[in-house]
């Protein structure tokens, strides 16, 4: 019974090609996130989504693109896949706890690879 | 721009031995969270730290957090092999709604027999 799954764990391709990466939660939460883990293990935000409202990170390109078809997915988008887009991607889910967030849960990851 | 900042960000110890990694943060936050990692592996929940001079213990670990200090500490007591693995906390800000989280560079821990 996974909280967070993801799918792929590994994708490898070439650079220029367009590629996504799905992410189901079966806890009931409100609100999915997307994570960027390089190599150095630095994590940061990408975007946080609930059923009202996409927070983008203004630091990602817009070749990468969430979307949800429903409350319990968020599939990431990557077109025009470059060398640095190589890293560790993580979806999490949360629920509000108040006014803020309750623990994130993470899926297992996708390692991209791009050559 | 909210900046998390953990040290160390290595630490190599015995077991049986304490140390502390200490999470400073830049603006101000209620909610610090710290997470375990082991290599190749997703991120584990271990505290989730809401209020001034919230503690919490889970086995060898306890966490604190100094909401006026923008402070918080993973003690580590009479560590075991086992505990090996990179830390990281992370913040999210003052009524933070969808956000999500800023993270350390994290504290990658190894512990010797």
């Known amino acids: 019974d996974t909280a967070v799954s993801q799918t792929p764990k590994y994708l490898v391709t070439q650079m220029g090609n367009d590629k996504s990466i799905k992410c189901e939660q079966n806890?009931?939460?409100?609100?999915m996130y997307w994570y960027k883990q390089d190599s150095k293990k630095f994590l940061k935000i990408m975007f946080s989504?609930?059923?009202?409202?996409?927070?983008i990170n203004e630091t990602v390109p817009n070749r990468f693109s969430p979307k949800s078809p429903d409350k319990a997915h968020l599939n990431l988008h990557i077109n025009s896949l470059e060398l640095g887009d190589s890293a560790v991607y993580f979806c999490?889910?949360?629920?509000?706890?108040?006014?803020?967030?309750?623990?994130?849960?993470f899926g297992p990851g996708t390692r991209l690879t791009v050559l | 721009e909210l900046k998390v900042e953990q040290n160390p960000l290595f630490l190599s110890m015995q077991e049986g031995k304490n140390y502390t990694i200490y999470c400073n943060y830049s603006?101000?936050?209620?909610?610090l969270y710290w997470y375990r990692q082991d290599p190749g592996k997703s991120l584990e929940s271990l505290f989730v730290?809401?209020?001034?001079?919230a503690v919490k213990q889970e086995g060898r670990l306890m966490a604190s957090l100094d909401t006026k200090a923008r402070l918080s500490t993973l003690h580590i007591t009479a560590a075991v092999h086992d505990l090996s693995a990179t830390y990281f906390c992370?913040?999210?800000?003052?009524?933070?709604?969808?956000?999500?989280?800023?993270f350390g560079k994290g504290t990658h821990l190894i512990i010797q027999p």
């Open positions: 603006t101000t936050s209620d909610r």
């Open positions: 989504y609930n059923n009202k409202e996409l927070i």
């Open positions: 806890l009931g939460h409100d609100t």
């Open positions: 730290l809401l209020s001034n001079g």
């Open positions: 992370a913040v999210d800000v003052v009524g933070g709604g969808a956000d999500g989280l800023t």
């Open positions: 999490a889910s949360s629920r509000p706890l108040g006014g803020g967030l309750d623990t994130q849960y």
